[in-house]
């Protein structure tokens, strides 16, 4: 018989198995994640039909241990149904992901669900990790590290006193061969107008600018946009062609199914 005593996350974590741990760090890291993507990135062995009864039972396990929140809202296109169910972490999950246990670490939130339009767009960046991390399995590129929102932002004061913040959608470092690759990725949902496109790079370059990021790095990303379409990702050409000619070596927009592929089969030029 199992005892009751002791706090319930310190009896829920003595539970869990590495894996479980593992899709705790993810949806941490994430905010996000469908049980699709889960699948991927924890479920390799056995069929497709196999792994993804396993994802299943996995993340109804995790819900069960009161760990994991599964949105009500369901997702359209290919995540709908019960193979695209998506979960976050509950106020306990977040509380055994962050390492402290409940006296410590980032502050907890309690779940909630959010718009479809959000929920696409985290799902969107959840996508490009699930990618990057299957490369890394498939040992096409080497020690990727991969920081989602907010962890991925960069503040610093201007010359003029300014504090400013430049806010990308993931920072993104993996090797590939001799070469170490650095990316600020901007996944756009076709929901920005062109000036607020062209206004975000200008304050990509007054972070360039102030030479912070090559201070702590020694260099500094290339700033990729991704997109779904041809038409969009024009668009956003268009707009950030209005900056400064001699900063467009900074900036790459491609599109998102490009994005994968071009990592796997070359470094960019």
């Known amino acids: 018989m199992t005892s009751s005593a002791g706090p319930r996350w310190r009896r829920v974590s003595e539970q869990l198995g590495e894996r479980d741990w593992a899709v705790l760090h993810d949806l941490a890291r994430m905010r996000l994640l469908s049980v699709r993507q889960i699948q991927r990135l924890h479920v390799q062995a056995g069929s497709q039909l196999t792994r993804a009864r396993r994802a299943r039972a996995l993340t109804q396990r995790l819900h069960g241990l009161g760990l994991l929140t599964r949105l009500e809202r369901r997702v359209g296109g290919v995540h709908a149904g019960s193979a695209g169910g998506v979960f976050t972490l509950s106020r306990l999950g977040q509380r055994l992901a962050s390492g402290h246990g409940p006296a410590g670490g980032n502050r907890l939130r309690q779940p909630w669900e959010p718009s479809p339009m959000f929920t696409d767009h985290i799902l969107a960046v959840s996508e490009l990790y699930v990618g990057l991390r299957e490369l890394e399995m498939d040992k096409v ?31 993104v470092r993996f090797g590939k061969g001799e070469l170490e690759i650095s990316l600020f990725v901007e996944v756009d949902r076709a929901s920005q107008s062109q000036t607020v496109i062209r206004k975000k790079g ?3 370059l007054r972070y360039f600018d102030n030479g912070e990021e090559q201070r702590r790095h020694g260099v500094f990303p290339r700033i990729v946009f ?11 050409v268009q707009a950030l062609s209005r900056l400064d000619a001699n900063y467009w070596r900074l900036f790459q927009v491609q599109l998102t199914d490009e994005f994968i592929g071009d990592v796997g089969r070359a470094p960019p030029p």
Do not use: H, M, N, S
């Not at 020690?143 to 003029?160: H, I, S, T």
């Not at 991704?226 to 956003?236: G, N, S, Y």
């Open 202 to 204: 200008e304050v990509y």
């Open 226 to 236: 991704v997109t779904a379409t041809a038409k969009r990702r024009d668009q956003l």
């Open 141 to 171: 590129i080497e020690d990727l590290a991969f920081e989602a929102e907010p962890a991925c932002w960069r503040d610093w004061v201007d010359v003029g006193g300014e504090r400013l913040v430049v806010k990308p959608d993931a920072f």
